[in-house]
Structures are given as structure tokens and as C-alpha cells.
């Protein structure tokens, strides 16, 4: 029997202007002494530990679209969008996105400064 799981995805426009500048907001940063310090995103949304591979970037610019778009152009190949994209409500268009997976849980998902689009579910 396959897990019911759940994706939590944020949208931005005009705030990244890479994916690598979503990667600075989203991973983990390390001190001097080596010890990890949790991301902008994680102290917004309440993650405690994460997975750095339960967590999807994307940037639209990248994708090879020079403006903001709705997000079931922008979030299509996201991990398991057949599943979960058809949910999605809102056509509000943008230029970013992150979508965090499970294991990572979020306690806090409108603590961020993003938008945040809503809670989904897909099965693994």
C-alpha cells in the first residue's frame, strides 16, 4: 500500500533572481565552528531538520520563461505535479518556487515571507 504524503508549496515574484539565490534561502547555512544554522525558510516555517532532498526549487528563468507564469506551467515537473497540481487553485502568476516534501515538516507555513500556495497531498 503506498503513503499518503504531503507537499507544501511556497511562490514568489520578483524576490529571486536565480536558483542559486532560492538555494541560499532554502539550505542550511554552516558557522565557523562547523555546526549548521537553520535557513531563512526553515526559521519562517517552523522546520526543525531538513532534508535537503525533500525540498524542490524552481525558477522560471530557468525553465526558459523570461516572465511569471500561473503556477501549472511554473510547477509541472515538479516530483509527483500529476498528483498534487491538479489541487491547486490559484492561477496567480510567478517567477519562483519551493516545494518542500516529506520528511521535512512544516509547522509554520504561513510564518514565510512567500506566498504561501497551500498544502497537498500525493501518494509515493
Given at each position: 500500500m503506498t503513503e499518503v504524503n504531503v507537499v507544501h508549496v511556497f511562490l514568489s515574484r520578483g524576490r529571486f533572481s536565480s536558483y542559486d539565490d532560492i538555494r541560499d534561502h532554502v539550505d542550511e547555512v554552516w558557522s565557523e565552528n562547523g555546526d549548521a544554522e537553520p535557513s531563512a525558510?526553515?526559521?519562517?516555517?517552523?522546520?526543525?531538520?531538513?532534508?535537503p532532498m525533500g525540498v524542490e526549487v524552481v525558477h522560471a528563468r530557468d525553465d526558459g520563461h523570461p516572465a511569471?507564469?500561473?503556477?501549472?506551467v511554473l510547477l509541472h515537473d515538479a516530483s509527483y505535479a500529476d498528483q498534487w497540481l491538479p489541487q491547486v487553485e490559484s492561477a496567480e502568476?510567478?517567477?519562483?518556487?519551493?516545494?518542500?516534501f516529506a520528511p521535512n515538516v512544516v509547522t509554520d507555513p504561513r510564518g514565510t515571507s512567500l506566498h504561501y500556495l497551500g498544502r497537498f497531498t500525493y501518494r509515493a
Open positions: 525558510l526553515m526559521r519562517e516555517v517552523g522546520i526543525a531538520e531538513l532534508e511569471p507564469v500561473a503556477p501549472e502568476p510567478a517567477d519562483a518556487a519551493i516545494c518542500v
